[in-house]
């Protein structure tokens, strides 16, 4: 499960250390939030991954002073699709697409401009499977905006296969797009989505205009060599388990 790897885990709540301490690793408190002297032992290591879904610039900014003191070589930060605006395009990592002033663009930079550690920026797409199973995306009367725009959303296997490729190749100084190959439309995908979990069809809320964006992927696929373990979203199947998933977000 580790792969050989020696791994430190971290979480913002002291109430799950219990959880994460049955899983093959060490467990810490580690919150952007709060003042950063106590995670000096975390951050003895090689390599980051920074998975934190908080948007707070200067929490940021402490971690990364934090981890240009320490040992660590390699940043690998996971960002997020939502970067890029709804242009009605396809939008890639060489197109300078991203909107400038997006909280998640900052960060990218405050990482990407320290030259104590090199970093690879991640940006996944809506993330489905395992507990987010999207026909429960729309409960509670929720409809879905803009319901012929394209989703660009990826399974929860490809996103930890995608992580575990870039540091067992070391590919170091990189933007990557992740998201499936295919963009069916939100109202095909969220229809057979909620079918397939037994639970009703959404409302759609139809607009004139259609606006969307669709994440392209060529990169990760050509520089990792990778090929999506679920390429098609309209052909996935979801555990009956993650029927009582929590919400999504649309990116």
């Known amino acids: 499960m580790t792969q050989g790897y020696r791994l430190k885990i971290s979480t913002t709540s002291p109430d799950r250390l219990s959880t994460l301490a049955a899983l093959p690793g060490e467990a810490c408190i580690v919150d952007i939030g709060k003042p950063l002297d106590d995670i000096d032992a975390f951050l003895q290591s090689d390599t980051l991954i920074v998975n934190i879904t908080s948007k707070d610039i200067a929490g940021f900014e402490r971690l990364v002073r934090k981890i240009e003191a320490s040992a660590i070589q390699a940043v690998l930060f996971v960002s997020s699709t939502s970067v890029y605006p709804d242009n009605c395009k396809v939008v890639s990592e060489a197109a300078g697409e991203e909107s400038p002033d997006h909280p998640l663009v900052i960060i990218e930079n405050l990482f990407r401009q320290s030259t104590r550690f090199r970093t690879t920026i991640v940006r996944f797409a809506g993330l489905i499977g395992g507990s987010r199973h999207p026909g429960r995306f729309f409960r509670g009367g929720k409809r879905v905006k803009n319901p012929d725009a394209n989703v660009n959303l990826i399974h929860r296997d490809d996103c930890i296969n995608i992580l575990d490729r870039i540091v067992a190749n070391g590919l170091w100084g990189e933007t990557f797009n992740a998201c499936a190959d295919s963009h069916p439309s939100k109202r095909e995908f969220y229809t057979q989505a909620a079918k397939m979990a037994g639970a009703p069809v959404p409302d759609f809320e139809d607009s004139a205009d259609r606006v969307f964006k669709v994440v392209d992927n ?24 993650s029927i009582k998933g929590d919400g999504g977000v649309k990116k």
Not at 218 to 241: Q, S
Request: charged share 40%; proline share 4%.
């Open 218 to 241: 060529r990169k990760l696929k050509r520089v990792l060599g990778y090929e999506f373990l679920h390429p098609d979203l309209m052909a996935i199947r979801f555990d009956e388990n």
